[in-house]
Nanobody, 122 residues
């Protein structure tokens, strides 16, 4: 199956920054939004940020507002998540997703997923 391809995860100190990238390729053509989700062991996957690819309307979960910025490059069909002032509670596996969505923060709205990239803040 064709999947989204994430990159940019890693380990960073508290207060540091990371930028995640997600190449959507042809999967984006049938989607109206791309989003970032995260998950820690034993917990459900939660929405972090999303962007509607045509209107560029964005959504953020409260805990990342003012620190994370999502963007979309239509030419590259790639979404980015710029993460600043990272905190230990941001540590998680981060997943990129794409789909035709109404509720941007709901994982069930997204059809296509990447393999995930680990972000560790300590």
């Amino acid at each position: 199956d064709v999947q989204l391809v994430e990159s940019g995860g890693g380990s960073v100190q508290v207060g540091g920054s990371l930028t995640l990238s997600c190449e959507g390729g042809t999967l984006v053509i049938s989607s109206n939004a791309m989003g970032w989700f995260r998950q820690t062991p034993g917990n459900e996957r939660e929405g972090v940020a999303s962007i509607f690819t045509h209107r560029r309307t964005t959504w953020y979960t409260d805990s990342v507002k003012g620190r994370f910025t999502i963007s979309y490059d239509q030419t590259m069909r790639t979404t980015y998540l710029q993460m600043n002032n990272l905190k230990p509670e941001d540590t998680a596996m981060y997943y990129c997703a794409a789909g035709s969505v109404i509720l941007p923060g709901a994982p069930s709205e997204y059809r296509h997923w990447g393999q995930g990239t680990q972000v560790t803040v300590s």
